[in-house]
């Protein structure tokens, strides 16, 4: 700016010399300033895409409640689109529960990827969520039976607990994938920090199955029986945001 008032400070000292000449330089001048104007006005502003990561913190809790629950669940996500992240979900769980005749004790990691949908409108700078989303998971576990009740027609004599012997054992390399369907809230609390809830139904897609057995647990899906395939579940999370500017 400071450049094209000294040239027209010039110009004008010359304007008796060479009136013409001097116009049309100054008409040259005022063109590249507004020129100038305009592309400083078009300049892009930078996109903000906010990525946040946290934990679920459902799963410490239920642990404490449940001396035969262990949990834990890392999340994050980013904003891809205006109303779209992408979600990740890491976690790890072990439980030992009582079904039927068999006590048994499934452990094991899971991966869910995925995204969510934002159908709440925001402020500028706001960062809240309605959304509505879906995951795809995948857990890699394995199962111990600790001990089990053989099944008996004949009620009349005691029926002895199982805890030793070939059924007794630790089967690993299982698997399952599944498919959700989430729905929940994320809320700004103060600074950076996010409250979240969310809901989630499942429908179990594939699975490996333990020998003479079957996964009636399976982590990051919850409890699982022959006859169905769904399954519910839920998480509660804390999270902090970072906006990246590009």
Known sequence: MK??????????LFTPLCSTTAQELVQEV????????????NIREKKTYTIRFGIDLSKPLMAQLDKDYFGLELVGDIRLFSEFYGAIELGNERKT????RINFTTSGTYLKLGFDYNMYKNWKGMNNAIYLGMRLGNSFHKQKINEYEPYQTNHYWATEIIKNGAEIREQESLSARWVEVVAGIKVKMFNNIYMGFSFRLNRLMSDTRPENFDNLYIPGFNKKTDENVWGAGFNYTLTYAIPVKI
Do not use: C, G, P, R
């Open 3 to 12: 450049k094209v008032h000294i040239w027209l400070f010039i110009i004008n």
């Open 30 to 41: 005022e063109k590249a300033l507004k020129e100038e104007v305009i592309d400083t006005l």
């Open 97 to 100: 529960q009582q079904s039927e």
